[in-house]
């Protein structure tokens, strides 16, 4: 049984795999064809922060492989009133097939992990949101962007920029990281990515200068200032921030094909503006719908039908 905590204990050869099996589902599902590669599952899907996508994503995505998907809020199951995420972990994963959960710390989601009789998914913690970044690989692809691409994430170190770090350190493309003083990427996850990026000949660079890193990219990408549980920090992030809104005047510094890509939900006139947004309004919400399809491919590789 394997789990989906982060990109770290997947190879190259595996995502690739995961990939191609969401290419594949994707085809079958714009035909129409809904294989019921889970036919009769049931995926727990755990929220302790808001969501749009990944619920409508994951629910809709389990019912067209057959299954059922099982909205559960922690407001509304007792985790919200202290049950131990060990417990609760027991309980779940005797009643369902796969669970997802969207939560505040990655040991939650390991320890929820190390308790369950049923592999696990990452929906979001605040390290890391590796469905996302498989997406964003996904749409990569379709834009005809592949592993010899450059990409320029600007903005905050956070758990979007450490999973593109760990998407680009597993496969090897080049990935410019730009964030403002005081908001780099975690010292571990980058050392991590270092040492994976050295065997896959993956090009890693940080700086605090976004011209120099969007500078002939192929992807420019970037993520809201104030990720879910920082809201108190709203009023010092705007600030810390200023500078590193991907503009028209930035955009034009990559190369002039470079598509731009946003997990959402995005603030305009912040990290992105209106007119990059709306210029790229076809990326960003085929990005969007290939939730859907890429999380298929993870579930279904991790349910073991990999080849089929
Ligand atoms: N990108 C993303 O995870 O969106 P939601 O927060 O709406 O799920
Ligand atoms: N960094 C954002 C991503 C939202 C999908 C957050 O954690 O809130």
Known sequence: MRHFLTLNDFSKDEILEMIALAQKIKIQTKAKKFVPYMERQT?????????????????????????????LSSNDIQLGRGEPMKDTSRVISRMVDMVMIRTFEQSKLEEF???????????LTDKYHPVQIMTDYLTMLEFGKDIHACVAYIGDGNNIAHSWLMLCAKLGFTLHIATPKGYECDEEVVQDALQYAKESGAVITFSSDPKEAVKGCDVVTTDTWVSMGQEDEKEIRMKAFEGYKVDTDLMNLAKSDAIFL????????????????EAHADEIFTEAENRLHAQKGIMVWLDGKRGE
């Open 113 to 123: 992990a190390q308790y369950s009789q049923v592999p696990v998914i990452n929906g």
């Open 43 to 71: 995926l727990g899907m755990i929220f302790e922060k808001s969501s749009t996508r990944t619920r409508v994503s994951f629910e809709t995505g389990i019912y067209q492989l057959g299954g059922v998907g099982l909205f």
């Open 262 to 277: 946003h997990c959402l939900p995005a603030y305009r006139e912040y990290e992105v503006s209106e007119e990059v947004f």
